[in-house]
Structures are given as C-alpha cells and as structure tokens.
C-alpha cells in the first residue's frame, strides 16, 4: 500500500499540492479543513460538558434529597427519558422537533442543538454518578452537617457535593471522554465535525486510509489530554481515607 499523506496539502477546490500544507490567500487545504473539523468536535464536546455537569449535577442532588417524593421521581424521570433513547433519536429530536413545537428556536445554528442535546444526555449519566457518589458517603456526613445547623442546600454545598465529587472523578473521566466520542454524531445535522470532514475528504480525494488514520489521532489526542487533565484534577483534590471510609458507608 503506498501512503499518500500529501491528501493533506492538496487545495479543496482545485486539487492541487500546494508548496504548504497550510492555505493561503484565502486558499483551504484538507489540513485546515481537519484542523477547522478538530475545533468543531472539541467545541461541541466542551460545551455540551458544561451542560451535561451543571444538569447532571443538579438532578443527582435532587434524586437523594429526603423526605421530598416527588422530587426525586422528577429526577428519577429525567434520568430514565435521557438516558433509554439514543443519542442519535435525541440528536434528531432536537434538531427537527423541538423547533417546531417551539418556533424561536428555528433560528438557533444546527451546533446549538446539537450541544443541547448532547448535554441534556450526558447529564443523566452524570446524574447518576452524582447520586451514587452521594449516596456512598457515611449518613454521618449529612447529620453534621444538620447538627452545625446547616440548612439543606448549605448541607450539600459545603459538606457532601465536594466529598462526593472526588469519589466520582474516575467514572466522569470516562464520561468526559464519551462526550468527545458521541460528538461524532453530530455530523446527522451537517455539523461540520471530523466524522463529517472524513466522510466527504475521503470521497473527494479517494485517500479513505489516510483520511481516516488522521482523524482516529485526533480523537486519540483529545480523549489522552481529557484523561491526563481529569487525573490531575482527581491527584489534586483527592482527600486521603476518604475511599475506605466511604466504602465503610451507612
């Protein structure tokens, strides 16, 4: 097989190798257009992350507050409406039916929806971390914070969210990195994404192999610099004993 990785210095519209790989004078070459797809995909996953944190982080608080039923089964619900359809019908669902219910949002860009959509989705994963990691913290935790007089949101802004938090760092890294993969979706919507610029650069070029190893190394990339960041992150806030005593639990 012989490799052609001069694909990436070829002009988009004529074909051409240029003498860079990188256009000029308003020139676009397939690098650009890769690296342009790249800051498209790492958008996309960051911000739909923002989202998927803050709603996730939310509904998981809501699903273990006591003495609140109905509450919980809000939370419960959101959990299992996200979280059983696929994020391609949410994607869909998104982009086609909810503009129509609600006209105002025909005007927002497809990558908008797209985030919405990839954010509330992730957010029902996350929320369930959120509980699990509430719920293995010793209920000692909870009733010190009640005996200090802490009112319930104090109780879970101070005492047991940031405990919880460094229990469930391992399993958001996992669903960080996810997000950058499940942004390959977004392509459906004509996002223009890797996944989107390897399907339409291999056939326009015919260099499928290379096309495709290029892109596989950046979501490489992106998901190794998502991991070493959340280890860093998890090194730095991690409170000694504190797995042992969770596991020590109720």
């Not at 509430?134 to 909870?142: C, K």
């Amino acid at each position: 097989m012989n490799w052609e990785w001069q694909v990436f210095c070829q002009d988009t519209i004529t074909m051409e190798v240029g003498a860079s790989c990188f256009g000029k004078g308003g020139d676009v070459t397939y690098l650009d257009w890769m690296l342009s797809a790249w800051g498209w995909t790492v958008s996309v996953s960051l911000l739909s992350l923002v989202i998927a944190l803050v709603v996730g982080a939310l509904v998981g608080t809501l699903r273990t507050l006591e003495g609140r039923p109905w509450v919980v089964r809000l939370g419960n619900a959101w959990v299992e409406l996200f979280r059983n359809i696929p994020l391609l019908v949410h994607i869909f669902v998104w982009y086609h039916v909810v503009p129509a219910i609600f006209p105002a949002m025909k005007s927002l860009p497809g990558f908008v929806l797209v985030v919405f959509a990839l954010g509330f989705f992730t957010s029902a994963r996350i929320a369930e971390q959120v509980r699990s990691g509430i719920q293995a913290l010793p209920r000692g935790q909870r009733y010190a914070g009640m005996a200090m007089g802490f009112s319930t949101f104090q109780t879970y802004r101070y005492v047991l969210l940031p405990m919880a938090f460094r229990i469930i760092i391992p399993p958001l890294t996992s669903e960080t990195m996810n997000v950058f993969k499940n942004s390959s979706v977004a392509f459906a919507v004509s996002v223009a994404e890797l996944t989107m610029f390897a399907m339409q650069a291999q056939e326009e070029t015919a260099r499928g192999v290379e096309v495709y190893l290029a892109v596989t190394g950046l979501y490489v990339i992106s998901a190794f610099a998502i991991n070493r960041v959340m280890a860093f992150i998890e090194k730095r806030a991690r409170v000694p004993g504190l797995l042992a005593a969770g596991a020590g639990g109720h």
